[in-house]
């Protein structure tokens, strides 16, 4: 019996995610590639127990008020009463182990808090993109890219990992589109994949973070597979493991 293959949709921002036209049982694979996703996948890697996402720093701060380490910027900008801001280094082993970590950012987490209407809701960057892709095969399930962009825009480096990692999934002969979105990252990243950081200087975040002196985190963040989990939500944002792999 041939197996049907599973649809791949591409959301370019939160804004748009209310006209998304795949239905019913759906994976939305959330990607905020400068910085949030990146981050979250990197604390995962580095043994954090859990991450919980709030939407507002008012909730951030009351949080930090009860003991709980905190991650929260604005802009680029961690907040005075964060523990950390938003870069993956800051996220070592040492500093998050074994920890539990409330998290909140400019544009991830309230693109994260509008997609629970989701069946699952995991967490994609370019650092953990065959790990992903892996998983996703294996879920058998239609999939929604939602690109966090920027304060409800178009973002480049966002849709550029959605044409990346709709190629793979493509590539596994068990998706299918019929997504225009999907079709235009897929462009955007055959344009870009032989220099992505030289393509990634057209992109207005990249200089916000320059500007901010915030850009170290820039090869890191667009760097294939540096680690091999995938984080998804269930209430709080644990580690999937993916099979065959640690």
């Known amino acids: 019996m041939v197996q049907e293959k599973r649809s791949v949709e591409v959301c370019f921002s939160p804004g748009l995610f209310e006209d998304v036209v795949t239905t019913g049982d759906f994976i939305v694979v959330l990607v905020d590639i400068l910085r949030a996703t990146t981050t979250i996948v990197t604390a995962v890697a580095n043994g954090v127990e859990a991450i919980i996402p709030v939407a507002t720093h008012d909730e951030a ?58 069946s699952s809701i995991a967490i994609g960057a370019f650092i953990n993109i065959s790990a992903l892709t892996e998983w996703l095969a294996g879920q058998q399930k239609d999939v929604v890219i939602l690109c966090s962009g920027w304060k409800n ?80 939500f269930d209430g709080k944002l644990i580690k999937e493991r993916v099979k065959g792999r640690s």
């Not at 009860?66 to 680029?76: P, Q």
């Not at 900008?77 to 950012?105: K, P, W």
């Not at 955007?188 to 170290?216: M, N, P, S, T």
Request: proline letters at 1%.
């Open 61 to 118: 701060r009351r949080l930090k008020s009860e003991g709980f380490l905190v991650a929260t910027e604005k802009d680029g900008v961690q907040l005075d009463f964060a523990d950390f801001g938003n870069s993956a280094f800051s996220f070592t082993r040492e500093a998050i182990g074994g920890r539990t970590l409330v998290y909140c950012t400019t544009n991830g987490t309230r693109a994260l808090h509008m997609a629970r209407g989701a």
């Open 153 to 232: 825009k178009f973002c480049l480096e966002d849709t550029l990992f959605a044409g990346a990692l709709t190629q793979r999934l493509l590539d596994t002969g068990l998706f299918r589109s019929d997504c225009d979105s999907a079709s235009a990252s897929l462009d955007l990243w055959k344009l870009a994949e032989g220099d992505v950081l030289g393509y990634i200087e057209k992109a207005a975040q990249r200089h916000r973070l320059k500007k901010l002196g915030l850009d170290d985190v820039i090869p890191y963040s667009f760097a294939c597979d540096q680690v091999k989990v995938v984080p998804v």
